[in-house]
């Protein structure tokens, strides 16, 4: 192949040529006949891919403005404050940074205080992981001072809740009974939960409240660490969202799945009917990852189609990671027309108990 017959007569393309020409000519230095010098493949490929040589550029036009005209997004008004020995738990809260976290977890606080100073609605959703952390001394005490006017739960939460008030004993080790294929068939869970969802169905009430009430009526031995009780006695809802299949008790031969669905779908409109009232109020999503973030997007829509005013309140999101659901379906999407919406990350055994106490040391 010769230079000729290749390319168009451009200095940039016979440069390109000669590189290429030397490729067949194993990698050697060839003459340009035209240029009259000598040019290596590589350093003609580079002269025709980068035809400009780039110099660093000039800096000494550049604006500047003086620091004290800038906004800046902290400031040492912001700082924490130190504790001192015997100070109490409401100035251990003031004395965390009003920065990220700090600053939204404060506002947390302040907006579960005015939303129960004015009346208004606190909805507390909830995974079961938050019972098998142990907190249900902590949600029954908020339930009782009437900070928590209702509670939301996702399927699982009836079995820890049962088990508690049961047995003061729960959260069975998956790995060791996966295996032998006896994960999930402890009888006495399988009996009672069914046989409640079963009185669910023929009295026509609610999933939360059958099973709330079945801990009652067969008194159970520690019911009063139940938050299924509770809401059965402070005559405060509790509705429980069930997806089909991802619980232990729909394994189980007296399951009936008719009822459940029953059950829950009569628990879905008795949340919708609470969300109805959230204006000016706070709902708080506790560890559930996937379901109540879905069940409360559709509790929103709900509401709002029949005309009820949704648009200034605050939704709460807490996990110990970040969730793409619950940032959407909690935080984002329900306060898009007003409103304030946070994302607190941390270990429910920490972060609840702190905002708990700090609730009620506001309102002392």
């Known amino acids: 192949m010769k230079n000729g017959n290749f390319c168009s007569s451009s200095r940039k393309a016979k440069i390109l040529t000669t590189g290429i020409h030397g490729v067949f000519r194993g990698l050697k230095f060839e003459p340009d006949a035209e240029i009259g010098q000598k040019v290596p493949f590589c350093k003609g490929l580079l002269k025709a891919a980068m035809p400009h040589k780039f110099k660093p550029i000039d800096l000494s036009r550049l604006k500047t403005y003086p620091v004290s005209k800038r906004k800046s997004k902290v400031s040492t008004a912001d700082f924490a404050k130190t504790s001192s020995k015997g100070c109490s738990f409401s100035d251990f809260i003031d004395s965390l940074p009003d920065i990220l976290a700090g600053k939204d977890l404060k506002a947390v606080i302040s907006s579960i205080v005015t939303a129960f100073q004015n009346k208004k ?51 069975e080790d998956v790995a060791a009974s996966i295996g032998n294929g006896s994960f999930g068939m402890s009888h006495e869970t399988g009996i009672f939960l069914s046989d409640a969802i079963k009185k669910a169905g023929r009295e026509s009430i609610g999933m939360g409240e059958a099973v709330g009430q079945s801990i009652i009526d067969q008194n159970l031995p520690i019911k009063d660490k ?9 005559d405060i809802p509790v509705t429980i969202h069930v997806a089909m299949g991802t619980d232990i008790i729909h394994m189980h031969p ?14 879905f409109r008795t949340l919708a009917s609470v969300t109805s009232t959230l204006e000016g109020g706070v709902y708080l999503n506790v560890g559930s990852a996937v379901i109540l973030p879905e069940v409360f997007l559709k509790a929103i829509t709900i509401v709002r189609n029949l005309g009820h005013t949704l648009e200034n309140f605050t939704t709460v999101n807490m996990d110990f990671i970040k969730h793409y659901r619950p940032m959407t379906n909690v935080v984002n999407r329900p306060t898009s027309k007003g409103g304030q919406g946070f994302n607190l990350v941390g270990h429910h055994e920490i972060m609840l108990p702190l905002i708990a106490a700090g609730i009620i040391e506001k309102l002392k």
């Open 226 to 234: 139940s938050i299924l009780a509770a809401g059965v006695n402070l």
């Open 254 to 267: 007296g399951f009936d799945p008719k009822e459940a669905g029953g059950a829950t779908h009569r628990d």
């Open 121 to 171: 609605t606190v909805l507390f959703g909830m995974g079961a992981h938050v019972i098998k952390v142990g907190l249900n001394p902590v949600v029954i005490d908020l339930m009782k001072r009437k900070i928590i006017t209702a509670v939301a739960m996702n399927g699982a939460g009836i079995i820890h809740d049962l088990e508690v008030a049961m047995t003061g004993r729960t959260s």
